[in-house]
């Protein structure tokens, strides 16, 4: 069976729309230390303290696989922190954390494409935005962000 071969830049068509980044990641826990410990031991990740949000079932921890500046964001091209979560929250994997300019509209985009939006909006102050959990036509979880427009991460 013939594999299809990869799209070259050259042959790659511009987007239609603005592209939104892949600019964050989430690992869900039942128990934040022991996954922690485990991030950190296996992968050298260094793990931040625990983050305290209003909601106790939104604290985590962040997590930077790379250099990072003050903001926590990456130095390096093709660095992506994340954060351990706790599973309860209602992100059953690993999921990747897209920003969008406008929650409402990517929401909207989402139930066109036949996705479903899983969660109501969620604030996380730490970071001054607010996300919500989509499911994609596959059955996976993504987070879909809007920042403040104050503020970057």
């Not at 990641?25 to 209003?54: C, H, K, M």
């Amino acid at each position: 069976m013939d594999m299809p071969r990869p799209t070259k830049p050259s042959e790659a068509k511009e987007p239609t729309s603005n592209m939104n980044s892949v600019v964050w990641f989430n690992v869900p826990s039942d128990d934040l230390e022991r996954a922690t410990t485990f991030y950190r031991n296996v992968f050298g990740w260094r793990i931040q303290p625990l983050s305290v949000e209003r909601e106790e079932l939104l604290n985590y921890h962040t997590a930077l696989t790379g250099k990072s500046d003050e903001n926590l964001m990456p130095v390096s091209p093709g660095v992506v922190n994340g954060c351990i979560v706790k599973r309860k929250m209602g992100i059953p994997h690993a999921t990747i954390l897209i920003e969008v300019d406008d929650l409402d509209e990517a929401a909207e985009r989402v139930k066109a494409a036949g996705g479903e939006v899983v969660s109501q909006k969620i604030r996380i102050e730490n970071v001054r935005g607010t996300l919500i959990l989509v499911k994609d036509t596959e059955g996976n979880i993504v987070e879909v962000m809007k920042q403040d427009n104050d503020s970057r991460r």
